[in-house]
């Protein structure tokens, strides 16, 4: 087989069986987004974005795509961008990945940097007076289009009903950002079995769970506002796990199960060893690893 565009390489990505030692007989299902041709779970968000903004008849061939973003989304909407040869500009706090910030320029994409202290507020601010100025300009505002959600309710969720050949889920883990992630997902799996918990995960200094803002070096998770994705969704638990947890994860990832994964996959991975303790025998959690540990060497991910 061979393949003429990278994009035929997005999504159906392999869901791993975590061969560790997890409390209470419980498997720990991940699936692992790394292996997106763009590096990321937002591989799938840049494809969707552009073609619903094609479809919408908001994209024509010289329009100038606008996105405030924390890097993959970026990285997502660039690729997809590319294959149309539309100019793109990416709003992005500074203190996000430079690997990332490499990606989307090697991609063709504009980057303009925002202070770290203004947060991803201070990108979307930035963007929107941006698409203010440029003329033909469109803003996909991952954060408040349904179209992101709804990528991984078409995309996402069924590929994991399909890759667990029928194995019961108890319990859904992911981490927000944007909360697109978690909502498509879980919103699939809960109309097709109601009894499935969903638990969002968010770092210290995300405010979900009501703790106060602050910074943290786990990188895509984390909230500044509610995202507008949540309303109506039935979550069972919001975990809140350090920078210390998370980067555990990444480095035992590394030593046990030879897999290279981000923060956010960190994170995610300590909230569901932490939950299997409080569910029953032989429970079933399905988590997203988004990203992996390559796009944060300088952030030296392994040795901090
Ligand atoms: N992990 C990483 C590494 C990400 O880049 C993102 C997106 N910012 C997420 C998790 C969260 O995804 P979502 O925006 O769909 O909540």
Redesign the pocket.
Known sequence: MYITQISQLIGHTPLIDLQLDIPNHSHIFAKLEMFNPGG???DR?GQFLIADGFNRHLINASTTIIEP?????GIGLALAAQQHHLKTILVVPEKFSYE?QQLMQALGATIINTPSNEGITGAITKAKALAQEIENSYLPM?FANSA??DT?YQTLAPEIIQDLNGKKITAFV???????????VAKYLNARDKQIQNIVVEPEGSILAGGPAHAHRT???G?EFM?PFFDHLSIQKIMTISDHDAFYQVREAAKQLGLFI????GAALAASLKLAESLPENSNIVT?F??SSERYMSDHIYSK
């Open positions: 990321s779970i937002k968000l973003t924390a890097g993959n989304t990332k991952q992101n959600p991984y992911a981490g927000a950002g944007s909360g697109g992630t978690f909502a498509g990188e895509g998770i909230v995202p981000g923060s956010s996959s997203i988004p990203d």
